[in-house]
């Protein structure tokens, strides 16, 4: 039994640093018509494990040289720009480790290390975590540019510690959306985040006529059980 059980787990282990175990279904799909996939990357990702700050109930880790490996798996099978976008109520769960620019994943921002993989919602201030990631495509000779933002509510568990501002780290942070208030209040932080200026952007189109813009936010709101919520909160939070 123990035998049995070593040897399944070891072989998870090596189906994992390739991605095949979790990922299998997607890493085998036809992505070839995407110009562009989004993921919440909501775990943090460090190369030791840390205490949240403040303490919190269930905390997620994915150790930096995994979250590599596979990020170079996906990469491959997905063939389009990757976004990742890390402003959620877990990405620091081990602390502001994931802030450190010594290790990942704000090393791998920009394509700088892996080509085509943005990070998006945080940074080491709050217009670097404002900024959206570009992707520039085109298709039956029309030329598109995608701007993706991301931002993330309090009311999905994310304290408001995590907030990124001038002078501090962290992630684009919006209030609860429980209110009418509060949501005018939200849109005003949207709408200093749209004026921010794009990442470097990745193109795979030979043109750089634009002639389409679209913008695409990512908002991490609300509790997991979301159905228990009034109707006034889900009123609010159609924003």
Request: glycine share 4%.
């Amino acid at each position: 039994m123990t035998t049995t059980t070593t040897t399944t787990v070891d072989r998870i282990r090596r189906s994992n640093a390739r991605g095949e175990y979790t990922w299998n279904d997607l890493l085998k799909h036809n992505w070839n018509e995407l110009h562009a996939s989004v993921f919440n990357l909501e775990t943090a990702v460090t190369a030791a494990v840390g205490r949240s700050d403040p303490p919190k109930g269930i905390c997620y880790h994915w150790h930096c040289d995994n979250y590599e490996r596979f990020m170079h798996t996906l990469q491959t099978s997905l063939k389009c720009p990757l976004v990742l976008t890390a402003a959620n109520n877990h990405n620091m769960d081990c602390g502001r480790k994931l802030m450190e620019h010594d290790t990942l994943p704000l090393r791998l921002s920009s394509s700088r290390v892996i080509p085509n993989v943005h990070l998006i919602g945080i940074g080491s201030n709050w217009s670097e975590a404002a900024q959206p990631v570009t992707i520039e495509c085109s298709n039956n000779n029309n030329e598109a540019r995608i701007q993706i933002f991301a931002a993330g509510s309090t009311d999905s568990g994310i304290p408001s510690s995590w907030f990124a501002t001038s002078t501090r780290s962290g992630l684009v942070g919006l209030p609860p959306l429980i209110s009418q208030a509060a949501v005018e209040q939200a849109l005003d932080v949207l709408k200093r985040q749209l004026a921010v200026p794009p990442q470097s952007s990745s193109s795979s189109s030979s043109s750089s006529s634009v002639v389409v813009v679209v913008r695409v936010l990512s908002i991490h709101w609300g509790p997991n059980w979301a159905d228990a919520s009034s109707t006034d909160s889900q009123r609010f939070r159609q924003l």
